[in-house]
């Protein structure tokens, strides 16, 4: 599934253009049935994608579940689109429902984690 991000001046292509080393992801311990789970630390995705991270002084192999080569597929894909003029950037179709409710999720601050 490609989605696009309408990238409309210099301040949008600057705040999205970043390296993987300067994207970070909270290690969560979704093994404990608790809902609020423990956390082994933060990592870049670039340490993700290397193929192993260290946890409590343990190497833990890593395996993305994206694909850089799927999403150059899907993004010259739509850039050929906008080109030929197929692809057009409109208003929302329809608004998300304000009746439906969702589970919270619990909010916690950087030092927490």
């Not at 990238?7 to 608790?34: F, G, M, P």
């Amino acid at each position: 599934v490609g989605i696009p991000i309408p990238v409309l001046d210099e301040d949008i292509v600057e705040k999205a253009s970043v390296s993987d080393k300067e994207i970070y992801s909270t290690i969560i311990d979704y093994s404990i049935t608790q809902r609020s789970k423990p956390s082994f630390g933060r990592v870049s995705y670039a340490e993700l994608r290397s193929g192993k991270i260290e946890i409590n002084g343990k190497k833990v192999r890593t395996a993305p579940i994206s694909s850089y080569n799927k999403a150059r597929k899907i993004a010259e894909t739509l850039k050929e689109w906008i080109k030929q003029g197929k692809f057009y950037l409109q208003q929302p179709i329809e608004n998300f429902s304000l009746d439906q409710t969702f589970k919270p999720l619990e909010i916690v601050n950087e030092e927490e984690i």
